[in-house]
């Protein structure tokens, strides 16, 4: 396991609020990922990053902003939630792909807008 | 990109049966492969995975997974499930940063 806690792990909100989710990691992993788990579509990727301050779009981006002001944290924000986020995010760690290192999950994120 | 299918989104079994959960993805560069299971409310746990190398690989538990790259499959095979076998199984491929998982197949094994 590479350490990586989610928080909150469980949180509802209304339509129209942000929200920011939080992935904090204790391995020193340089890539983090944000996914969103959806019956039917397996694991999508929202954000990638690949270094401090280093981001990129993944699959499904729209509504979504990330920031990593430090290794450990990465944060992923819905700008303003709409009903088609509610969802299960994980973040998810790599810490060198060039040997094909594993990529390892936190415990997820069960988000609900309504 | 690259896509991953997963052909049963869900398999019914009896404990102590074989099964085979099908992954088919789409490259024609090397890639890795990985299977990830997923109990209830948990995230995913790494269960096998393919670099290099022989093409069978195995799990501590029993799983076992052929890479075949002429049908671009990694289907994942077990010869006598158990009732803790009860879970979601995701087929994953990796090409360098970028993973890409299929829709997952529920493995149900009944008593």
């Known amino acids: 396991d590479a350490g990586i806690t989610q928080s909150p792990r469980h949180k509802v909100t209304e339509t129209g609020t942000p929200v920011t989710l939080r992935c904090h990691q204790t391995e020193n992993h340089r890539y983090m990922y944000w996914y969103r788990q959806d019956p039917g579509h397996g694991l999508r990727l929202i954000h990638y990053s690949y270094g401090v301050k280093d981001t990129d779009k993944g699959e499904v981006s729209d509504g979504y902003s990330v920031s990593r002001s430090k290794t450990e944290d990465f944060l992923l924000t819905l700008e303003s939630a709409t009903s088609s986020q509610t969802s299960v995010y994980f973040c998810?760690?790599?810490?060198?792909?060039?040997?094909?290192?594993?990529?390892?999950f936190g415990e997820g994120s069960w988000l609900t807008v309504v | 990109a690259q896509s991953v299918t997963q052909l049963d989104s869900q398999v019914p079994v009896f404990e102590e049966a074989p099964v085979e959960l099908r992954c088919n993805y789409s490259s024609s560069v090397s890639v890795y492969l990985f299977w990830y299971v997923q109990y209830p409310n948990q995230g995913l746990q790494l269960l096998l995975k393919y670099l290099s190398g022989s093409t069978l690989v195995e799990s501590i538990n029993g799983f076992e997974a052929e890479f075949n790259k002429s049908q671009t499959s990694f289907h994942l095979r077990k010869p006598s499930v158990h009732i803790s076998d009860t879970a979601e199984y995701f087929c994953?491929?990796?090409?360098?940063?970028?993973?890409?998982f299929g829709s997952g197949t529920k493995l149900n094994v009944k008593p």
């Open positions: 998810a760690t790599l810490q060198d792909p060039d040997s094909g290192n594993t990529i390892y």
């Open positions: 994953a491929v990796g090409n360098f940063n970028k993973f890409y």
